[in-house]
């Protein structure tokens, strides 16, 4: 059986020698299954098995990363102060 075709996914390989902060979450339903299935799909793209303590805060960086609505607030902020 071969293994199919890694995916170019948004998050690359994680640095683990980064500064961790400790967060709670409870998730369940539809979100609990696509962050299950995105921890997976993680691994096979970067040869790199995680904890979702690890993986989640890098989910979220890209997430707020990409989000040009979020970087256009912080620069409006950034020039009122």
Known sequence: ???????????????????????????????A????????????????SLELEQLVPHILAAFMDADKGFQAWRRMQEKIA
């Open 1 to 31: 059986m071969t293994r199919p075709a890694k995916t170019a996914l948004a998050l690359g390989k994680i640095d683990l020698e980064e500064k961790t902060t400790d967060l709670r979450l409870r998730l369940k339903g539809k979100l």
């Open 33 to 48: 299954v696509d962050l299950a299935d995105y921890q997976r799909a993680f691994a096979e793209a970067n040869d790199q």
